[in-house]
């Protein structure tokens, strides 16, 4: 037996033990359920009981025996019934049978629609009411009325209290479905009155904006979002308060995220703005992969810009040094002469140290990010630049917080914090100081790199500019493209850098985006690749990092093994032996299994730009192979 069948057996039987009728219909007027002494009260036949039995069928059946009293019209009273069952109101009532019984007739709709009635046969009540009436000459008759007429009504009422009691477990199962919907959700949605006072909080504020207040109900703004936070946000309230939605984006200061506020404003029905709708949602990350985005199109349209010009002007250059040169090997050329001849060398040679530079910053370069463990990285960076800093310069790092690996591209950073030093050291010089480079991270956000020298600091004009290409305080012995290099491979990774001076001396703050490293899990790898030494070499790192390794040299091998269910992720190089390629084997796969590709062909090249998956770059070192397979694998 089903448990539905056991179920409804069970409901069954425990009404028939009532001595009430019980009858349920649905919201189609079809009989639901029904106990046995609904069944004998009305006298009614087995086919008038089953579930599915209409509400029309059973009113024809009672009125055409004459159950509602004498009708000339049958269908049409009928039609009556049936149109009134079909509002669902709650109601009481008694009537008198044709069998000269009375029954109370109390009926409740249901929040699903339809309803259940009760019947009380309630003739013996009646009748005493009436031997009542009749033998006691000590009531009066207005007594009896009202004692009458106060029954009936507390009948009534008991019949309108079940109703609102079912409609209240409703309203109130409706509330919390909607409650754990909205905390849910990952933003904070939240509403205020007038007076800004926190009404509702699906209590996300602190983990959007970490530091707020947890429990915000009940609490002024200020409070629940600090005095800065709130004076950010205040001019678009007022505006919200006066009618006009707004969405805005504010950098939350404790935490440094990036939070995309909307504000809809509540009308009473006056048209009066009553309060405020809020979502904030964090868009950290959005906002860090648009800067990168933003950052990678300024230095294309700079490639775009420059190629031609650095182009003829490094012809120039190679013209200049051919001449020259030739100009200081001539014979009895007079000393002054010669100085002439090598001063021009030297600034022509310097002129390409300074192409390169340009092409540095505005050529195209793809982030290669791995797992990096920060303290050696700057460690090892620091034991490189103390003999360059000179004995003059003490330098100090600081490493806080970070004892995980990140995901970061190494070479990029340190040429950043060596950039950052080597300026610390030339604003001290020559009486040199200190210099102190720290790392922590803010929040779960960025970690923030920072270089502080005990300098004079930044003239006004250069915290402006510092930061522009070309612009140096150095006069002709600087480029002005080392903290323009700083910035731009800062906003290339989504980060940010920042001046400021700190009555001490100078500092430069770098933040770049936080993202911990997570080993993939152990899967068996598929690795195609037709040379045996790089093949052995890869297979070495994979095992390595604790994975599994099947090999294959071509497409039609790796397809025949990639139908083995164990194989989770496939490693393929770009160009194999035989027919096919590596980008013809990922779009193969690509409903199947995640696919990795590698190749030494450059970025621009056609083949590889038209891969649609990750393309590792030949060489790389097992930290870059470990980061693209948890990127990939997570």
Known sequence: MSTDNSRERLTRAGLNLIQQAISIFDSDLKLAVSNRPYQLMFNLPEALTRPGTSFEDTIRFLVARGEYGEVTDIEESVAARVEQASTFKAHYMERTRANGRTIAVEGAPLPQGGWVTVYTDITEIKRQESLLRARSEELSEQVLDHAEALAQANRALAATNAALEEAKAEITAIEARTRQVTEMTPAHIAHINRNYIYTFSNRRLSSVMPGSAAEVIGKHAIEALGEETFQKINPSFIRAF?????????????????????????????????????????VTSETQARAALSQASKRELAAKLSSGLAHDFANLLTIILGLQGRIERMEGLPDEAKELAHATLAAARRGGTLLDRIA?????????????????????????????????????????GLDTPVLLDPGPLQDSLLNLLLNARDAMA????????????????????????????????????????????????????????????????????????????????MRLPLRKAKGARPMLVLLVEDNDTIRTNVRDMLTGLGHSVLEAETVDEATALSDLPEVKLVLSDIQLAGEGTGVDLAFALAQRLPVILMTSLPPGDILRASAPCPVLQKPFSQGELAAVLSGVSQ
């Open 430 to 509: 020559p009486a040199g100081g200190k210099i102190v480079l720290e790392a922590r991270p803010v929040q779960d956000t960025w970690i923030e790199f920072s270089a502080a020298d005990t300098g004079p600091g930044f003239s006004p004009e250069a915290l402006e500019r510092a930061l522009d290409p070309f612009f140096t305080t150095k006069g002709g012995e600087g480029s002005g493209l080392g903290l323009s290099m700083v910035y731009d491979q800062a906003k290339l990774a989504g980060g940010s850098v920042r001046l400021e001076n700190t009555g001490m001396g100078a500092r430069v703050v």
């Open 242 to 282: 006066n009618g006009e939605a707004s969405v805005l984006e504010i950098t939350h200061e404790p935490s440094g995220r990036r939070i995309r506020i909307a504000l809809t404003p509540e009308r009473d029905s006056d048209s009066e703005v009553s309060g405020l709708f809020i979502l904030s949602t964090d």
């Open 360 to 400: 540095a910053i505005s050529g195209k370069r793809e982030l290669r990010p791995q797992a990096v463990e920060l303290t050696p990285l700057i460690e090892d960076l620091a034991a490189m630049a103390r003999p360059t800093l000179g004995e003059n310069v003490n330098l100090q790092t600081t490493i806080e």
